[in-house]
C-alpha cells in the first residue's frame, strides 16, 4: 500500500461560514417580505453560499491527498492531480485577504498555458491549494514541501 497523507478542510470552519450565510439567507428573506428588491439578490447569494459550505463537508467533496507520486487536490468534487517533479515549491501566498499556499510548475510542464498565465498575475504563482486544511499557512506549505522532497510525516 502506498503511504498516503488525507487532508480535509475544517468542519468547524465550514459550518461556521455555513450558518453565517444561512443567516444573511434569512436577512434576505426578511426583506423580500418587506417589499425590498434587494432582498432577492441577497437571498440567492447567500443561500448558494450556505449550501456550499454545507456541501464542503461531505468527505468526497473536499480534500487534500498527499502520495509518494504526488498531491490531488479536490474542491467541490474538482479534482486536481499533479506529479512532485511537476511543481517547483510551496511557498505561502496572500491573494487580497485570503492567505494561502501556491506553488509554481517546472519550465516546459504542459497544459493550461493561459490560465497559468493569469493566475501569475492574479496571485504571483501558477496554482494554489484551495484551502489550509486546519493548519497554518507556513505549516502547510513546509508539509508540501517536505513531501516533495521525499520526507514523509503523516501528522494529520
Known amino acids: 500500500m502506498t503511504p498516503q497523507l488525507l487532508l480535509r478542510p475544517s468542519p468547524a470552519k465550514n459550518l461556521a461560514f455555513g450558518a453565517l450565510c444561512a443567516v444573511l439567507t434569512l436577512g434576505g428573506v426578511w426583506l423580500v417580505l418587506r417589499g425590498d428588491w434587494v432582498g432577492w439578490p441577497t437571498m440567492v447569494m447567500f443561500g448558494v453560499g450556505a449550501l456550499l459550505f454545507l456541501v464542503q463537508m ?3 467533496v473536499s480534500f487534500l491527498r498527499l502520495t509518494d507520486e504526488g498531491f ?53 504563482t501558477e496554482g494554489a491549494l484551495p484551502d489550509t486544511y486546519g493548519r497554518s499557512v507556513q505549516a502547510l506549505a513546509d508539509l ?13
Open 58 to 60: 461531505v468527505p468526497s
Open 144 to 156: 508540501m514541501n517536505d513531501w516533495k522532497r521525499g520526507v514523509r510525516t503523516f501528522d494529520s
Open 72 to 124: 490531488e487536490m479536490c474542491s467541490l468534487g474538482r479534482q486536481h492531480r499533479y506529479r512532485w517533479e511537476d511543481v517547483t515549491g510551496f511557498r505561502p501566498i496572500k491573494i487580497r485577504h485570503a492567505s494561502l499556499v501556491g506553488f509554481d510548475f517546472v519550465p516546459g510542464y504542459g497544459g493550461h498555458a493561459k490560465a497559468r498565465a493569469l493566475a501569475v498575475a492574479l496571485s504571483g
